[in-house]
């Protein structure tokens, strides 16, 4: 099984570069710690944390507001006082809107890989914490034909690191979780949710910002096939 957005489908530039760069034209300067500390609370804070939940109550994801919230939280993660982040949160939420507009790409890696895991049999899924179902995106990246299935959280209601989400996907699949690898990017989510449902994660990690992962790392996915066997 794997996780859809920041594993098999990237954004470039990713949000984070785009964000971190305006900060650094505005006179910030920002450690390469800063920038990392930064990123690993975005992943937190996605993994259906109580600050998104609260978030999320309080503005609907696509409003104004909801994003200058979620900048003035980056903000702070990354180093600003809340002071100076409450201040600013306003024009780096513009900016981002204004200028933020990544192209979707599948990497090289993942287009070899998943031919020769299907050619190899072994059964495929795509589980995410979107809302919706994501069929039409990911035919339009040709990866359908590959995927016994695909499942959004927001179908059953149940959101990663929360482990129901995985056992939906066993039960779909007809598998167990002894004998099932759940691949993402965000720890939080991916490695502590799977691994709560009984199956065993491995964590995308090219930049390593989770050392202590804990479980295995793969830096490209051309390292998969040989660590399955």
Known sequence: FFDLDGTLRHSVPEGAQVFDEYLISLGHRLTEEARHRAMRWEYLYWANSADLRDDLLAHSSDTDNFWIEYSRRRLVAVGLSPAAAKGLAPQVSAHMGEMYKPESIVPEDVRRLLPALKEAGYILAVISNREKPFHELLASHKLSEFFHFSLAAGEVNIY?????????????????????????????????GSRRAGLRPVL??????????????LESFDQLPNLLK
């Open 160 to 192: 990663k690191p929360d482990p129901g989400v995985f056992k939906h996907g066993l039960e779909r699949a007809d598998v167990s979780a002894q004998e099932t690898v759940y691949v993402g990017d965000n720890y939080f989510a991916d490695v502590v």
């Open 204 to 217: 995308y990690d090219p930049i390593q910002l989770f050392p202590d992962a804990g479980c295995p790392v």
